[in-house]
């Protein structure tokens, strides 16, 4: 059984650091054959991709919104996913969700529709 866990949520002030981590067990194959990404997903917003990263954690990509602000990292010996968050703003408040991809190779993606695995999430609150 697929298991996706968040963790390190929770509610900060404007400026504010969080660091997000997504321990995964389970899968079929290894850990480092899947992209991963961060989502979030606000109330009554639909589910964005915030970042991803590639099987080797050679490549990573950001939404606009929060380049600058956030790192994505892995650790591939301990299958854990990281989102360290700085600088946070009342509209990065949300839910945040980690996904798992079967890697296509060298890159990674932002939409929902390219991940096969997804946790419980996270709950991520910022006040001004």
């Known amino acids: 059984q697929v298991q996706l866990v968040e963790s390190g949520g929770g509610s900060v002030q404007t400026g504010g650091s969080l660091r997000l981590s997504c321990t995964v067990s389970?899968?079929?194959?290894?850990?480092?054959?899947?992209?991963m990404g961060w989502f979030r997903q606000a109330p009554g917003s639909e589910r964005e991709g915030v970042s991803c990263?590639?099987?080797?954690?050679?490549?990573?990509y950001y939404a606009d919104s929060v380049k600058g602000r956030f790192t994505i990292a892995r650790d591939n010996d301990k299958n854990t996913l990281y989102l360290e968050m700085n600088s946070l703003k009342p509209e990065d408040t949300a839910m945040y969700y980690c996904?798992?991809?079967?890697?296509?190779?060298?890159?990674?993606?932002?939409?929902?529709?390219?991940?096969?695995?997804w946790g419980q999430g996270t709950k991520v609150t910022v006040s001004s």
């Open positions: 389970g899968m079929a194959a290894d850990f480092d054959e899947y992209a």
């Open positions: 990263i590639s099987w080797s954690g050679a490549n990573t």
């Open positions: 996904a798992a991809a079967p890697s296509n190779g060298v890159g990674c993606g932002l939409t929902t529709l390219e991940y096969d695995y």
